[in-house]
């Protein structure tokens, strides 16, 4: 986890934890105003992997939203 210079909201690196290798990143994507993954070239990844990175996207959202005081 990493804040860029004047962002409010922080950057992940997604890692394979097998092979040490970073897959990609999880980051605010303003004009849609959700988090996003955004995968580097030429990654392959699996049913679970993608179902972790949505689980984690679905819970930054939620903390998200409840810091800004909604429950929806």
Not at 44 to 63: A, G, P, Q
Request: charged share 30%; proline share 1%.
């Amino acid at each position: 986890m990493f804040l860029k210079k004047g962002h409010k909201l922080h950057e992940y690196l997604v890692y394979n934890h097998s092979l040490y290798q970073e897959i990609g990143i999880i980051h605010w994507r303003g004009g849609w105003r959700k988090y996003v993954f955004q995968a580097h070239p030429k990654v392959d990844m699996s049913v679970e992997c993608n179902e972790n990175v949505n689980e984690f996207i679905k819970k930054l959202m939620k903390e998200w939203k409840q810091s800004r005081g909604r429950n929806d």
